[in-house]
């Protein structure tokens, strides 16, 4: 890791685009060219909520790539970064369909797919649409870091005090303030898509190893909704890694070099 990163392809280049879905957004997609093999899987990231491929982790993570000869796929959801689309039309159903819509076309063999909060949850998704369509061996592991499956019901909705929620379903929108930056637009259809999207209900498997990086000192997703994410992947070979002083964001460098060395330890 201490090694001199080679300047990526992608640096400062404009990203390439993909429609996706019915109104045809341009999902924008960069791609750090390198080896995709069953012995080095290529890697695709899968970003959060309000954030975008050019944050800290996802160019860590293209770094990383450049340097090792492995092929990094990232890309923005619709309404987020560099992709068209508004934010406010976005759902999780949305946003996973983005997802799946890059695997596919971007990608080729088996994948180590890291998700960065939501990113954890749409992966999650990811997992369990190829596997419906036979195709789990496309999926090498799934490293998922601060991961929030289910947030919209279990961190959103459930903390809402009454007033919030008497006026998101009235107005079908509520701006929620943020530590981060501007207030987060939060839709009544963000809420109610997420419902059809819920994972934590039942154990279930991904069929592939997992390893999750949590901080303990995360405000957004506590560390106890990962100890319940691993409890619903009981048959799977899962790995969570508690991060004492750890925040959501996981952006510091001892928690870049966590991140890297978990991608590294599952191929």
Same mark, same amino acid.
């Given at each position: %890791?201490?090694?001199?990163?080679?300047?990526?392809?992608?640096?400062?280049?404009?990203?390439? =685009?993909?429609?996706?879905?019915?109104?045809?957004?341009?999902?924008?997609?960069?791609?750090?060219?390198?080896?995709?093999?069953?012995?080095? &899987?290529?890697?695709?990231?899968?970003?959060?909520f309000l954030s975008d491929m050019r944050g800290t982790k996802a160019e860590a993570l293209a770094d990383?790539?450049?340097?090792?000869?492995?092929?990094?796929?990232? =890309?923005?959801?619709?309404?987020?970064?560099?992709?068209?689309?508004?934010?406010?039309?976005?759902?999780?159903?949305?946003?996973?369909?983005?997802? =799946?819509?890059?695997?596919?076309? %971007?990608?080729?063999?088996?994948?180590?797919?890291?998700?960065?909060? %939501?990113?954890?949850?749409?992966? /999650?998704?990811?997992?369990? #649409? /190829?596997?419906?369509?036979?195709?789990?061996?496309?999926?090498? #592991?799934?490293?998922l870091i601060a991961p929030a499956p289910d947030f919209t019901e279990e961190l959103m909705w459930k903390? %809402? &005090?009454?007033?919030?929620? +008497?006026? /998101?379903?009235?107005?079908?929108?509520?701006?929620?303030?943020?530590?981060?930056?501007?207030?987060?637009?939060?839709?009544? +259809?963000?809420?109610?898509?997420?419902?059809?999207?819920?994972?934590?209900?039942?154990? =279930?498997?991904?069929?592939?190893?997992?390893?999750?990086?949590?901080?303990?000192?995360?405000?957004?997703?506590p560390w106890q909704h990962a100890l319940r994410l691993v409890t619903c992947l009981a048959e799977d070979?899962?790995?969570?890694?508690?991060?004492?002083?750890?925040?959501?964001?996981?952006?510091?460098?001892?928690?870049?070099?966590?991140?890297?060395?978990?991608?590294?330890?599952?191929?």
């Amino acid at each position: %890791m201490s090694e001199a990163t080679p300047t990526r392809p992608d640096a400062g280049a404009a990203p390439s =685009f993909l429609t996706v879905g019915a109104d045809a957004p341009a999902i924008a997609v960069r791609v750090t060219p390198g080896r995709a093999t069953p012995e080095h &899987p290529g890697i695709v990231w899968c970003g959060g909520f309000l954030s975008d491929m050019r944050g800290t982790k996802a160019e860590a993570l293209a770094d990383w790539g450049a340097a090792h000869d492995r092929r990094v796929v990232r =890309f923005d959801y619709s309404g987020h970064g560099e992709s068209g689309g508004a934010f406010e039309e976005g759902t999780i159903s949305r946003w996973a369909e983005d997802a =799946f819509a890059v695997f596919d076309r %971007m990608t080729e063999g088996p994948q180590i797919v890291v998700g960065s909060s %939501m990113g954890g949850w749409i992966a /999650l998704l990811l997992a369990r #649409a /190829l596997a419906a369509r036979g195709e789990s061996a496309r999926l090498a #592991a799934l490293v998922l870091i601060a991961p929030a499956p289910d947030f919209t019901e279990e961190l959103m909705w459930k903390a %809402m &005090p009454e007033d919030v929620r +008497a006026a /998101l379903l009235h107005d079908g929108r509520w701006v929620r303030p943020s530590q981060y930056g501007p207030g987060q637009v939060i839709t009544r +259809a963000l809420i109610e898509d997420g419902r059809q999207n819920l994972v934590l209900g039942a154990p =279930f498997a991904v069929g592939c190893p997992v390893r999750i990086l949590q901080g303990v000192a995360d405000p957004d997703v506590p560390w106890q909704h990962a100890l319940r994410l691993v409890t619903c992947l009981a048959e799977d070979d899962v790995v969570l890694s508690l991060i004492k002083d750890g925040d959501h964001r996981l952006s510091r460098p001892e928690d870049i070099e966590r991140i890297l060395a978990a991608v590294q330890e599952v191929g």
